[in-house]
Nanobody, 123 residues
């Protein structure tokens, strides 16, 4: 049974940092690219970042580039998202997802999803 479990969300002041984790099980983690998406209330789920199977390639949404960093540890079956210089507009539920195809920017490109972790940034 495939499971993706996010953790690390919380309440933080603007300018602060968080590190999100996503622990994967039930499939061959290193065979899938991993992405992070977010969804704010009343908005559609949007792409944040993606990392290739080996971790050698990454891609970011323009709104987070330079502030967020995606990484993975294939030995631990875990993908991370470091969030720096947080802004109130970063407030959302953050989801990790797995895709067999690197480069997917849309939710339909992804095969497996976690339940999400809430990030709230106060001004």
């Amino acid at each position: 049974q495939v499971q993706l479990v996010e953790s690390g969300g919380g309440l933080v002041q603007a300018g602060g940092s968080l590190r999100l984790s996503c622990a994967a099980s039930g499939y061959t983690f290193s065979s899938y690219a991993m992405g992070w998406f977010r969804q704010a209330p009343g908005k559609e789920r949007e792409f944040v970042a993606v990392i290739s199977r080996s971790g050698g390639s990454t891609s970011y949404a323009a709104s987070v580039k330079g502030r967020f960093t995606i990484s993975r540890d294939n030995a631990k079956n875990t993908v991370y998202l470091r969030l720096n210089s947080l802004k109130p507009e970063d407030t959302a539920v953050y989801y990790c997802a797995a895709t067999i195809r690197f480069g997917g920017l849309f939710p339909l490109d992804y095969d497996y999803w976690g339940q999400g972790t809430q990030v709230t940034v106060s001004s």
